[in-house]
């Protein structure tokens, strides 16, 4: 019989030998468990803490990441400031100029929606520098730190535009008058009596509140309105009351009122040159009306 089995052609020498008792390397453990790499950095390290959290030494990136599209608030307001100074009041609305002013009390915040607010709820822009402290401050986002800058730019425009008529003949100053008496007078809510007294070359020289009333109301005396006249040497006097109402329409109260100063005043020496009735956006003109 040959010394050749039939397991000889299945098997190989390796595992033969191991069988045959000629070898006492088991060949089966061989190939299940690979010897070690003699290279122990090429063996499986275990995961460190440090490989899954950062340390306090570690460089974070914490940049946020980049969006293809910007916050359309992003230099909203330094795009504003520049269209102004370059274009200037032609080049805004009213409610951007607005912002310009919420700009300088509130910083870092988008200011565009209570701009808008403002004018929704007082109307028009000289209405809401005319609002009173409290009035502002009942609108959700202006403290009275905001208001009070709103009172600022209000005082500073009447200045600007009371100067328009100072030592100036004020009858040859008409529209800068009107756009003076309009600007103070126009938002108010009560009726206001006021009196330019005007010396002999029609220059100005008092602007007085005289007598302030009711909605549609105001007491006026005409031994008082001359008293103070002589007092201030005054030759002339512009009347001026305004309507709330928004009608610059002379009542009858108005009419009659007005003929008793006239009455008064020529005992004296005193001439009415005019008596200007002021609404919100017009006005009448005794004068323009043939009431003088």
Same mark, same amino acid.
């Given at each position: ?16 030998? *191991? =069988? ?9 453990? +061989? ?15 275990? !995961? ?21 599209? +910007? ?17 200037? !009041?032609?080049?805004?609305?009213? *409610? @951007? ?35 009173? #402290? ?8 202006? $403290? ?6 709103? +009172? ?18 004020? =009858? ?18 009560? @009726? ?8 002999? +070359? ?18 006026? *005396?005409?031994?008082? #309105? ?18 709330? $109402? ?17 009455? !008064? ?13 002021? !609404? ?13």
């Amino acid at each position: 019989m040959s010394d050749k089995n039939q397991f000889d052609d299945v098997f190989s020498d390796d595992i033969l030998s *191991y =069988i045959k008792g000629d070898s006492e390397t088991n060949p089966f453990e +061989k190939q299940s468990n690979p010897p070690a790499s003699e290279n122990k950095e090429d063996q499986e390290q275990p !995961a460190q803490d440090s490989d899954l959290f950062p340390t306090i030494n570690d460089k974070v990136d914490t940049k946020p990441i980049a969006s293809d599209s +910007k916050d359309h608030r992003h230099g909203h307001r330094q795009r504003l400031r520049e269209r102004f100074l370059k274009g200037g !009041a032609d080049a805004i609305a009213n *409610y @951007e100029l607005l912002e310009l002013i919420l700009f300088l009390a509130i910083p870092r915040k988008d200011v565009k929606p209570l701009a808008k607010e403002l004018l929704s709820k007082f109307g028009t822009l000289n209405d809401v520098l005319c609002a009173t #402290v409290d009035q502002l401050t009942q609108v959700k986002g202006i $403290s009275e730190t905001t208001a009070t800058h709103f +009172k600022v730019i209000q005082t500073a425009t009447h200045r600007i535009l009371s100067e328009q008529i100072q030592n100036k003949n004020i =009858i040859s100053s008409w529209q800068s008058l009107l756009d003076y008496l309009q600007t103070v007078m126009g938002p108010l809510k009560k @009726e206001q009596f006021r009196i330019l007294f005007l010396d002999k +070359k029609n220059a100005l020289i008092a602007d007085e509140i005289q007598q302030e009333g009711t909605i549609d109301h105001t007491p006026v *005396y005409p031994r008082e #309105v001359m008293k103070r006249a002589l007092e201030l040497h005054a030759t002339a006097l512009i009347l001026v009351h305004n309507h709330p $109402s928004g009608d610059p329409k002379p009542s009858k109260a108005d009419i009659d009122m007005t003929k008793a100063i006239v009455d !008064a005043g020529k005992n004296l020496g005193i001439v009415i040159h005019d008596h200007l009735v002021i !609404a919100r956006s017009e006005y009448v003109s005794f004068k323009s009306l043939g009431l003088l």
